[in-house]
């Protein structure tokens, strides 16, 4: 069976440093950090006060008030993002199938805030069980693709990839295999996270899994720096639009890459923290590779987890040296996550997005807060450090992991129309 092509056509981004594709590829060629001290609550107990919050939204710019309050904020964030890259797309859904139009949509965690409230606010009453009727509605990770649908009438294959961290990039990959089978002519596919919240952040200072740099938030997040103390939150919003080649070449669409294929894996190891040897993520980057047709010299550029954790830092790093050998000094690697925050459920989406503006735009953009190498990394690889680089993209990977040993890496190209 003759695989069909994938072309991605419309973008869109809800993200700490900027509230749509162009604020957002701005903030990251300009190297501009999202942190800040939080403003969604009351932090001053917490051991960590600050995050990657959005900046200057408000959402009743965008949704209507009464409906925006049958929605958490995840969703509230989806809709944003995607109405954006449909936008973008400029689909014409007047006239397309839209029985052949899905929404794949991935959100690790979904309504947490919804869900605190509503308990929150169970425990402070008489123990009368006086729930929303929105509660359900609002809180399941799958509502977020369901009312894209409903606004839009696609109605193909619908529903949400839960994988943690790796979740929207999961959710890409199906997406790529529904268009590549020729079950959709058309997925709008990304993710949606929102849980800079006190059950979220408390739980995660817990882990001990949170920068507490608190003196200095803005220089938190410092993926592959010597001193880096833990991942900083983030929340927002990634959208894409995919199609079929022939199908958007047909209705003359704006085409920014070809996703040329996606790779999953399993550590197997823990249920957070990655094999040491990067065992699952040396898989997950050979299998995208195959999947994809592409040899290791083929690549140019990485965007990486990199989540500014002193083990997965290192874990992901030695993988990429193993399944690229020499090659892999040529290849730029960054994080951006070093200015967004980690947007978990929606890291793989506001990730890929920025590999795909790298090579639409011909440059990498930085790593940012390095200050002390790390002997524990290969000194001959290219982090793309404080600074972004020029450079022709063929092909661009991003990597995406989450706990429970969750891995999935997709690959983008170049493509001359």
């Keep these: 069976m003759q695989?069909?092509?994938?072309?991605?056509?419309?973008?869109?981004?809800?993200?700490p440093i900027g509230n749509n594709i162009q604020e957002y590829w701005n903030g990251l060629v300009n190297g501009v950090s999202g942190a800040a001290p939080v403003t969604h609550y009351a932090a001053a107990k917490f051991k960590t006060r600050f995050a990657c919050e959005l900046k200057n939204f408000n959402v009743t710019d965008f949704i209507d008030r009464k409906e925006a309050r049958k929605m958490d904020r995840f969703t509230q964030y989806a809709m944003v993002a995607s109405d954006e890259a449909?936008?973008?797309?400029?689909?014409?859904?007047d006239y397309i199938n839209k029985l052949r139009v899905g929404v794949i949509w991935g959100a690790g965690i979904g309504g947490l805030e919804t869900f605190q409230n509503e308990v929150l606010d169970f425990a402070a009453g008489d123990g009368s069980p006086r729930f929303n009727p929105f509660f359900i509605p609002k809180m399941i990770a799958d509502i977020a693709p369901g009312n894209i649908s409903i606004k839009n009438g696609f109605m193909g294959p619908n529903y949400t990839t839960v994988s943690a961290c790796a979740s929207s990039a999961n959710a890409m990959i199906d997406a790529l295999n529904y268009i590549r089978l020729g079950i959709c002519d058309v997925i709008i596919t990304g993710g949606s996270e929102a849980?800079?919240?006190?059950?979220?952040?408390?739980?995660?200072?817990?882990?001990?899994a949170l920068s507490t740099r608190n003196d200095s938030p803005e220089t938190a997040s410092r993926p592959f720096d010597a001193d880096r103390d833990g991942f900083v939150l983030g929340e927002g919003s990634g959208a894409l639009v995919l199609e079929e080649y022939e199908y958007a070449k047909a209705r003359g669409a704006k085409i920014y890459c070809e996703v040329i294929g996606?790779?999953?894996?399993?550590?197997?190891?823990?249920?957070?923290a990655p094999h040491p040897d990067g065992i699952g993520v040396i898989?997950?980057?050979?299998?995208?590779?195959?999947?994809?047709?592409?040899?290791?010299?083929?690549?140019?550029?990485?965007?990486?987890?990199?989540?500014?954790?002193?083990?997965?830092?290192?874990?992901?790093?030695?993988?990429?040296?193993?399944?690229?050998?020499?090659?892999?000094?040529?290849?730029?690697?960054?994080?951006?996550?070093?200015?967004?925050?980690?947007?978990?459920?929606?890291?793989?989406?506001?990730?890929?997005?920025?590999?795909?503006?790298?090579?639409?735009?011909?440059?990498?953009?930085?790593?940012?807060?390095?200050?002390?190498?790390?002997?524990?990394?290969?000194?001959?690889?290219?982090?793309?450090?404080?600074?972004?680089?020029?450079?022709?993209?063929?092909?661009?990977?991003?990597?995406?992991?989450?706990?429970?040993?969750?891995?999935?890496?997709?690959?983008?190209?170049?493509?001359?129309?």
């Design 3 to 15: 695989l069909k092509r994938v072309v991605v056509t419309g973008l869109g981004a809800l993200t």
């Design 86 to 93: 449909i936008a973008d797309s400029k689909l014409d859904l």
């Design 195 to 208: 849980a800079i919240t006190i059950a979220g952040m408390g739980g995660f200072n817990a882990m001990h």
């Design 262 to 272: 996606g790779g999953m894996s399993s550590d197997a190891y823990h249920m957070t």
């Design 283 to 417: 898989a997950v980057m050979k299998n995208c590779l195959e999947n994809a047709g592409l040899k290791p010299e083929d690549v140019d550029h990485i965007n990486t987890h990199g989540t500014s954790t002193s083990l997965g830092d290192v874990a992901e790093l030695k993988a990429i040296s193993e399944v690229f050998g020499d090659h892999a000094k040529n290849i730029n690697i960054n994080s951006t996550k070093s200015m967004t925050g980690h947007l978990l459920g929606a890291a793989g989406a506001i990730e890929s997005i920025a590999a795909i503006l790298a090579i639409k735009h011909g440059i990498i953009p930085p790593t940012i807060n390095h200050k002390t190498v790390d002997v524990n990394i290969n000194p001959a690889l290219n982090l793309t450090l404080n600074k972004a680089q020029k450079r022709d993209i063929k092909v661009a990977m991003s990597n995406t992991f989450g706990f429970g040993g969750h891995n999935a890496c997709v690959a983008f190209k170049k493509i001359v129309v």
